[in-house]
């Protein structure tokens, strides 16, 4: 039979006839046998071999070490040889190639490990609700609204590669009691118990215009998916929902609205114009606010603190400085983009446990290769526009405290003090503040992009104490 060392051979072979300069002259090169690797196995584990890519793939045992492990079986085609010999010991925490050669052909082929896991890594119920994973426990707890049937719950539900779950995916399943879901993987097993509890209070909501969180634009949902995998009895709720009264507040400590539109929202006007849901609901806010609950409201939704009381009557105390990009061509991050501090609050809650840089006094956010929108609602400071000429002219008419300013000054992220009964509000407008991003460049490693959801989670502890 042949193979494909022959036709590429077979095909050499012809070139080198067609560019012959004198028609009587031979090739040397001996042409004929095969280059295949037909077993292979490392610390006794057998290799998969795939003939028509040239890839050969060693499953583990989760947790195996593979840094050190030995060839302990090899048997190539007849009459060939290979780069590596029985008893060698290879590096596999990376792929490795292995070179046969047969008399004046070779292959190159691609060997490297993969690991069994068997994990759990997504589990959205009725392709709304997500699950929060305690890997360590082995549970999932998914918090859906009391109107909820919980006795027909379908799961969407992700897997580490190769596994299998049962029950499977997409069956309707009673959540009445919790459910053991089973997760196989070659030679790994893992048991998860998932409840399914119904709130009628919620304790913390994540907001926002769509009537779901699966109409949520990337940048937003990004974030919603996060608070319902970290925050104990947090729910999704429209604007629509807070307005209608749909959602019972009384027991809800927090609302987070992170607020993005592609090509920013410049200025009091344009957020009226396309916040037209938060501003409907207004009223249940303000009422919400005033009763001690506290918001955490980032981006554009910096906004709304001018709508509901909280700066008094003035409307017009709406971020001065606003811009931003289309998330479809996000800027690269070079390096680390960042804040400052603002003088005296390096000790506030909101930067406590950040990974630091080379200064202490700048809030790190982005890693290079990360593509971020820079989307900005920020107050510009001085005398040359903007109504407001110093720091301390800002706080005295906003009623806010500043927490991070920009390279220019410009406040960018700042305190509303729970006082006289009413909640606290923390308002973060840089640009830095970013969740999405729509594409990673290659060898990107996450480091500094950790902090937005060490800063959103300080925020969220502070403002529920």
């Known amino acids: 039979m042949k193979t494909i060392c022959n036709y590429i051979m077979c095909a050499l072979v012809a070139l080198l006839a067609f560019t012959a300069c004198d028609k009587n002259d031979e090739t040397a090169l001996r042409l004929s046998g095969d280059c295949m690797i037909e077993e292979i196995a490392l610390d006794g584990y057998a290799g998969n071999i795939d003939l028509a890519s040239r890839s050969i793939v060693v499953r583990l045992p989760e947790g195996t070490p593979c840094s050190e492990m030995k060839v302990t079986s090899l048997r190539v085609s007849e009459g060939a040889t290979a780069d590596i010999a029985v008893g060698q010991v290879l590096n596999m925490d990376a792929a490795q190639t292995i070179r046969v050669t047969n008399n004046d052909l070779y292959l190159n082929w691609n060997i490297s490990v993969l690991h069994d896991e068997a994990r759990i890594l997504h589990f959205v119920a009725n392709e709304i609700y997500t699950g929060i994973i305690d890997e360590e426990a082995k549970t999932i707890t998914v ?189 690269l991050c070079g390096g680390p983009w960042e804040f400052s501090m603002f003088a005296g609050q390096n000790g506030h809650p ?77 308002c973060i407008g840089s640009g830095c503040y970013d969740w999405y991003s729509y594409t990673y460049e290659a060898g990107y490693v996450e480091n500094f992009h950790k902090n937005i959801a060490i800063i959103t989670k300080n925020a969220i502890n502070y403002l529920t104490k």
Not at 253 to 269: A, C, L, S
Not at 283 to 310: C, D, H, K
Not at 382 to 400: I, K, L, V
């Open 143 to 331: 918090y859906v609204p009391g109107s909820v049937d919980v006795t027909s719950i379908v799961p969407t539900i992700e897997v580490s590669a190769n596994a299998t779950v049962s029950p499977l995916s997409g069956q309707a399943v009673d959540f009445s009691q919790p459910v053991t879901y089973t997760v196989t993987n070659n030679t790994a097993r893992s048991e998860y118990v998932v409840s399914v509890i119904a709130i009628g209070k919620p304790k913390a909501l994540f907001v926002g215009a769509a009537s779901d969180m699966s109409g949520l634009d990337p940048e937003a949902g990004a974030a919603c998916q996060w608070m319902l995998a970290n925050v104990a009895e947090s729910m999704y709720a429209s604007f629509a929902d807070i307005q209608s009264e749909m959602i019972d507040l009384s027991e809800c400590k927090i609302i987070w609205w992170h607020y993005h539109k592609d090509g920013g929202v410049d200025g009091h006007d344009a957020f009226v114009a396309n916040a037209p849901e938060a501003l409907a609901a207004k009223n249940q806010l303000r009422t919400f606010y005033e009763n001690g609950g506290s918001m955490f409201l980032t981006r554009y939704a910096t906004n709304l603190p001018s709508f509901i009381g909280v700066t008094g009557d003035d409307e017009w105390t709406t971020p001065n400085n606003c811009w931003g990009q289309n998330e479809d061509g996000a800027e």
């Open 350 to 426: 909101l930067w406590q446990g950040i990974i630091q840089g080379d200064d202490p006094n700048r809030v790190y956010c982005t890693d290079a290769g990360y593509h971020i929108t820079n989307s900005t609602a920020q107050y510009h400071i001085g005398t040359d526009w903007g109504g407001y000429d110093n720091h301390a002219a800002w706080e005295a008419r906003t009623g806010g405290k500043i927490l991070g300013v920009g390279g220019d000054g410009a406040v960018v992220a700042w305190e509303y003090p729970a006082r006289d009964g009413r909640g606290g509000i923390i």
